[in-house]
């Protein structure tokens, strides 16, 4: 007969529904302050800058090409760049489905379990649903790639389950499907792989027999997650950079390592206080006794299990070796990137969970049915439990609610962070608090010097202060740490850039797309140089190149225009200006040169007086009213409409601005003295 809660005869079907709808109810609400978080770190990678989700060949990208960050999950762009068509760059709706996936998962836990006739798989649905440590998958939406491997990787088990108990022909549907699902859990992440050793748990769990036809149909799953594995070692070895001394740990380090982070995993589990972002990355010798300590307390446990079959059965053994099993990818024994900075993270542990949850859960379900005269009681410490649960994952969902928070929080938690600082720094630059951004990367170098995105970074905001030669030493420092890195290579150009030095940026700008191809920055950084150098047909072709990455780059289309005048055709240039506006009605070299164009064009088949002065206004308005290149363009604006005086005041004041010996000063002097003849300017421009 099938198992299932509901064929209890003391729990009706009602109360089933019941139970769930209050479990996807009450997880939904204790993700709330997540709902509307924004982009996170990564996520400008995964989503806001990520061109393979908006060009036109970016499918065929994500699926054969290696261009995709991190590693290899096709999956998971791909439903990125759905929801990209969908909502655009709204956070709430890729925030949502991460939270339903999650929801979706807790009910998979759930079925699972019951099918396996595990004692308070409702209870392990409830704590896997509401543990506040799979808040870093839930509320990160880079971490898509966990909730959503999690789907097809218990979808995977439950279809296994069904395999096993059907006995007609139609199992071997099931088992093609389970095939299927596999996969689509491994391109969603390669972390999948261990899903071969939950098959096998499962038979063992079962009592079957683990003879030769069962190993031959595990065969497949081996095959395919040994070579999804491989190829995520490699490309985490030669496409992520980890590579080098800092990623150079002998086995017995790694050893170390693995068994102390298993360790770790499990505290945080039975008790999740001061969890954070990023954890203090710990160091392990193997000169060191004191750190064989937890290796030593791991033995014992595997003695204690074995000792404690007779009385608890297969139970004990599976839910541990279930937990070290999915772990075992992310806990040292292969180098991932994050190690650089942390050899643990709350998302590692987002399945394997399951095992020690399952284990804690039946535990409380086999004492309530021991002790009956305690039901009571003990159902009301579960639901206290889940409460208490509730409460941590809603405080800790606040902590992902905006970036700087996450920052600011993680730097709380663990202040030697430089992770956290550099990362600060970034989020600071962008609100243009430049000095505090400044004093965060300086952090970042102290505690670690080789960090050559800190290096780069710095050098961006200094550019911004203007100190150039200051930026231009931190950028060549990057360069020479990091030269592979089209990050670096385009900071190294813009600072090159503003020292004047056209071919010298010209040339690094070319070195990051030789390792990027599809960069947009680095093209459309490239046709302000070729614009500053007077190629126009380099310009444009890189002005179109990215836009035919990122259609909706605005100054990309502002750069055309201006090539695109420059060459004489006024209509085209005129239709990339309008162009900009639709993108971002708030550019103000958009609105103030389309302005100048229907202001003081000479052909009058393209003047037009009322919008020219309307969009020099409002560049005016956007631009302070104090920049005097903004400021000579309405005042061309009002005497094309006729009202001279008010020009003359105009262009007095803009030249009050203006160094005098400049040619702006020349050109506006030129201009008042046209005014005050009752003469609108005319510019030519050849066609």
Known sequence: MRYGIAQRPFVSRWRVYLYLLLLVVVTILAYRPAWHGGFLWDDDAYVTNNELLTAPDGLRRIWFSFESPSQYFPLVYTTFRIERALWGLNPTGYHVVNVLLHVANALLVWRLLARLRVPGAWLAGAIFALHPVQVESVAWITERKNVLMGFFFLLTLLTWVEFLEQQTTRRWRLYLLALVLYALALLSKTTACTLPAALLLILWLQKRAINKERLVQIVPFLILGIAMGLLTVWWERYHQGTRGPLFALGPIERILIASRAVWFYLGKLFWPSNLTFIYPRWMASPT????????????????????ARKYVGRSLEVAALFFVATLSPVIGFIMLYTFRYTFVADHYQYLASIGPIALASAGIATLAATFKGSRHFIFGAGICLLAVLTMLTWRQSTMYVDIEALWRTTIGRNPDCWMAHNNLGIVLAQKNEIDEAIAHYRKTLEMSPDFADADYNLGNVLLQKGEIDAALLHCQRAVAIQPNDPDAQVALGNALFQKGLIDESIVHYQKALAIRPYYVTAHYNLSS???????????????????????????????????????????????QYEKTLEIAPRSVPALNNLAWIFATYSDPAFRDGPKALELAQEANEFSGRSNPVILRTLAAAHANAGQFSRAIEVCQLALSLTDRQSPLANALQQEIAEYQAGLPYRENIKQ
């Open 288 to 307: 060191q006794l004191l750190d064989y300590a937890w290796l030593a307390a791991g033995g014992g446990a595997c003695a204690a299990i074995a000792l």
């Open 529 to 575: 140089a070729f614009l500053k150098k007077g190629e126009i047909d380099e310009a444009i072709f890189h002005c179109q190149a990215a836009l035919s990455i990122q259609p909706e780059h605005a100054d990309a289309h502002t750069n055309l225009a201006a090539a695109l005048l420059q060459k004489g055709e006024i209509g085209n240039a005129i239709e």
